[in-house]
């Protein structure tokens, strides 16, 4: 079955960056494209970015292009989602979901990765 | 960025009782590009709803969708106690994709 399994839970100081991980199994990789969304406690989820499986073509939100950067290992089907510059703000779980293009609902989500940022 | 707004904040109904959410768009949103996901604590949201009315993969038919342009509804026809939840719209018409801010439905 579909999984995607994200890292575990993060705790950063302010201006300190952040990585995220995706590992994907279940399916063919390089079929299917990853977005990135967050949310903040009581908040609904943000959209962030999505990346090609091939991880030569990314499309990031507006609100985070320069703090953001998203990549692909195909070899170990694993997508990374890099946040700099954190700050109080950013403490949100982040998640990664499945899509087959970028127009396509998000069917399968991983579990969320808790990224706190305090000083 | 389109906006959606959902109505209301949160529903308090009895189990049995048919639940009526609704999300408002501020641009118009192509009916094939809405979705309603549904939330549980701890959880990552679930895909409830897709192209405004079409079921996702094991979802019960008391849960359905309609509307077209700015105005869309998820119905849950009778509330079961493993609905009681918060429920989120989404549009992917148009980049970027946006969420509402969420409809909790709690036990009257």
């Known amino acids: 079955q579909v999984q995607l399994v994200q890292s575990g839970a993060e705790v950063k100081k302010p201006g300190a960056s952040v990585r995220v991980s995706c590992k994907a199994s279940?399916?063919?990789?390089?079929?299917?494209?990853i977005q990135w969304v967050r949310q903040a406690p009581g908040q609904g989820p943000e959209w962030m970015g999505i990346i090609n499986p091939n991880g030569d073509r990314t499309d990031y939100a507006q609100k985070f292009q320069g703090r953001v950067t998203m990549s692909s290992d195909t070899s170990t089907r694993t997508v990374y989602m890099d946040l700099s510059s954190l700050r109080s703000e950013d403490t949100a779980i982040y998640y990664c979901?499945?899509?087959?293009?970028?127009?396509?609902?998000?069917?399968?989500w991983g579990q969320g990765t808790l990224v706190t940022v305090s000083s | 960025e389109i906006v959606l707004t959902q109505s209301p904040g949160t529903l308090s109904l009895s189990p049995g009782e048919r639940a009526t959410l609704s999300c408002r768009a501020s641009?118009?949103?192509?009916?094939?590009?809405l979705a309603w996901y549904q939330q549980k604590p701890g959880q990552a949201p679930r895909l409830l709803i897709y192209?405004?009315?079409s079921r996702a993969t094991g979802i019960p038919d008391r849960f359905s969708g309609s509307g077209s342009g700015t105005d869309f509804t998820l119905t849950i026809s009778r509330l079961e106690p493993a609905d009681f939840a918060v429920y989120y719209c989404?549009?992917?018409?148009?980049?970027?994709?946006?969420f509402g801010q969420g409809t909790k439905v709690e036990i009257k």
């Open positions: 192209g405004a009315s």
């Open positions: 641009q118009r949103v192509t009916s094939a590009y």
């Open positions: 989404q549009q992917y018409d148009r980049s970027p994709g946006t």
């Open positions: 279940g399916y063919t990789f390089i079929n299917y494209h």
């Open positions: 979901a499945r899509t087959y293009t970028s127009r396509d609902p998000f069917e399968n």
